[in-house]
């Protein structure tokens, strides 16, 4: 039995929303084509085929169909996600053409993969959503959220995390799906886009989930469209309105009796046991070709008689909330820097490997590198001088390469900002701002951990000055390795390309550094590399504050004979090193942190732009 729904009330907050598809086709273009405004002769592949459907507000449309069908893509383009430049036919909000970007501020789409963060829990996923989509501040987003996990059926894990899916610990799939629906319902959107609600759930989870949908568009009047495959006979009878789909066609597009009816007419004989919308999937090709011959005319004629009626009820006026709608992000830029700020910090004291690893890591290192080196500081000669350039050397290596462990999770935030960003949750500078400002005391700490035992034991220069220029050069070091990878990051398509990209850099910069070779020998179509080099400047930064300053004028470095042969500020003239450079190098670290940051931000603004559009 349907259950019954509630009229939409005008100018009621909760704004009802008409979607409606006319004559919607869509190519799915080779990749050199892809930008083009027609595709090349032969090489489209036809997703859609004049696609005409609707969803109504305080229903359900399913659309259904098998494997290949079209569904996700008729989805993306109902929820927005493919540029409608892209798509030909019309498509309407509440009678009037989609404005895609503005669309996504009030509608809420929900992919098949959940995009969450596994270290937070429940209620904190909710509640970042909500801090970053509602403009009310925290004691609305506090109300919303409370009223959601009552609404979703979320109140006993409220306080659990989310998990990984493949890991023992966390929710269950179908508390995982609810929260993924739950974290764009935080905005109250007209409007419910979802990709397969039920994928991967047992039929009890799926039901449950189902039916939650259901009590929304019953109490609420929402518009839902889901996609689905093979659901069980108690969730079709859930369904309010249903889309067949077959190779990019419609077979059918209204009530679910009416395909019952549909399928009659077409000569089939529906076994008992087996529900119609698997039925109707089984014998699809057999129902799409019959669909054009004369066979159902008369259910052609009531079908649109119905059509008819149906629109007369319920086409309702553009509502002056959903035209009202700003284009802006519901948070100055200050807040969302702090919220983003707290929700990083959280997930970093929550990943052992990056916070508790990264800690211990750069602590051993620090005595490790002490107890080999130990006491080099203070020895003489060519050997000595040597080694203490290697320890530099391989230092400088270390801190380099060890922040390099970050990039799965740049890579997971990424993913979820793109999502986040595209829903005008905030601005992506917002994003690069706060994940940078977190970093900077965490790096700090690590930093400190290795330079306190490694400077004294191997016995650099024993001023205070020195250990504190040491440690600023050591942070920065951290600093430029961390934006580093956070930019590659932002630019490469998945973890494998990250590793491969940044190692090679890595050894690039290196090699070029002016340790192995010097830079009169690097050939002039490679002294490019030499000036890019991160490696170079916090080397020379580091020889200098050893060698260089009054000290240096009467430190001994070798001795020939009972004479000295070469003082510190000689080995620096060697190598066409100058006080100067001491503080000019560390602007150019400086330049590198703020430069690979910028370039962060100018590959994740076009990614999201691109999404957008």
């Known amino acids: ?67 290949g069908a079209g569904k996700t893509t008729l989805l993306e383009i109902l929820a927005g996600k493919i540029s409608l430049s892209k798509v030909s036919g019309q498509l309407l909000v509440n009678d009037r053409p989609m404005d895609a970007q503005r669309f996504r501020r009030f509608s809420g789409y ?46 006993h894990v409220a306080s659990s995390r989310i998990g990984g899916v493949s890991s023992n610990c966390g929710i269950s799939g179908g508390e995982r799906r609810r929260v993924s629906i739950g974290v764009d319902l935080v905005h109250d959107p007209a409007v ?42 108690r969730i079709i009878q859930l369904f309010d309105r249903l889309v067949l789909l077959s190779n990019g066609f419609v077979v059918h597009n209204g009530k679910l009796n009416l395909l019952e009816e549909r399928l009659k007419f077409a000569g089939h004989h529906i ?49 002056s909330h959903l035209e009202g709608k700003l284009l802006s992000c519901p948070n100055s830029q200050f807040q969302e820097v702090l919220i983003l700020g ?51 050397a391989f230092s400088l290596t270390f801190l380099l390469t060890s922040t390099t462990e970050g990039l799965p999770i740049f890579l997971q935030e990424r993913r979820i900002l793109m999502s986040e960003t595209s829903r005008g949750a905030y601005r992506v500078s917002s ?58 990051s932002a630019l490469v398509p998945n973890f494998i390309m990250g590793t491969s990209v940044i190692a090679g850099l890595m050894g690039s910069f290196f090699l070029f550094s002016g340790y192995f070779i010097s830079k009169e020998n690097i050939p002039d179509y490679w002294i490019f590399m030499h000036y890019l080099s991160m490696f170079k400047y ?7 504050n050893e060698y260089g300053g009054e000290q240096g004028k ?6 020939t004979g009972q004479e000295c042969s070469l003082y510190g500020s000689g080995f620096l003239s060697q190598q066409h090193l100058k006080q100067s450079q001491k503080w000019s190098n560390l602007a150019v670290i400086f330049c590198f942190i703020i430069g690979y940051r910028v370039l962060c931000f100018l590959i994740l603004g076009y990614r999201c732009y691109r999404t957008r559009n």
């Open 342 to 392: 707290q929700r990083f910090c959280s997930n970093i004291f929550r990943t052992r490997q990056l916070f508790a690893t990264r800690v211990i890591q750069a602590l051993v290192a620090g005595l490790i590198l002490g107890s080999i080196f130990f006491n080099v500081g203070h020895d003489n000669g060519e050997i000595a001088l040597q080694t203490r350039i290697g320890f530099f």
């Open 538 to 544: 916090p080397f020379e930064c580091l020889m200098i």
């Open 271 to 319: 076994p008992r046991h087996v529900n119609v919308l698997e039925f109707a999937i089984d014998v699809i090709e057999s129902l799409a070709i019959r669909t054009s011959g004369t066979l159902n005319t008369q259910y052609c004629l009531r079908r649109k008689t119905e059509a008819n009626n149906e629109d007369h009820k319920l086409r309702i006026a553009y509502s």
């Open 192 to 233: 419910i886009l979802i990709d397969e609600p039920t994928s991967g759930l047992d039929s009890a989870s799926a039901l449950h989930v189902v039916t939650l949908l259901k009590s929304m568009v019953v109490n609420q009047g929402k518009t839902i469209v889901l996609t689905i495959h093979q659901p069980g006979f």
């Open 431 to 488: 994003y690069v701002l706060s994940n940078t400002l977190i970093f900077i005391p965490f790096l700090l700490m690590v930093g400190l951990l290795f330079t306190t035992p490694v400077y004294w034991l191997v016995g650099l220069r024993r001023e205070i000055d020195g250990f504190l220029y040491f440690s600023l050069v050591v942070w920065m070091v951290l600093l430029m390795s961390n934006s580093f990878v956070a930019c590659f």
């Open 1 to 67: 039995m349907e259950l019954p729904v509630k009229a939409p009330v005008p100018g009621n907050r909760k704004a009802s929303c008409r979607l409606e598809a006319k004559n919607l086709s869509y190519k799915l273009c080779s990749k050199f084509d892809e930008f083009s405004w027609f595709c090349a002769k032969g090489s489209p592949k036809i997703i859609l085929k004049d696609v005409n459907c609707e969803a109504r507000p305080g229903e359900i449309t399913a659309i259904a169909g098998p494997s």
């Open 110 to 155: 929900v992919t098949q993969d959940d995009a969450l963060f596994p270290l937070l829990t429940v209620e904190e996923t909710l509640m970042y959503s909500a801090l970053l989509r509602l403009p009310g501040g925290r004691k609305e987003a506090v109300t919303r959220v409370r009223g959601l996990l009552k609404e979703l059926g979320l109140d």
């Open 554 to 559: 009467t430190r001994c470095l070798e001795y």
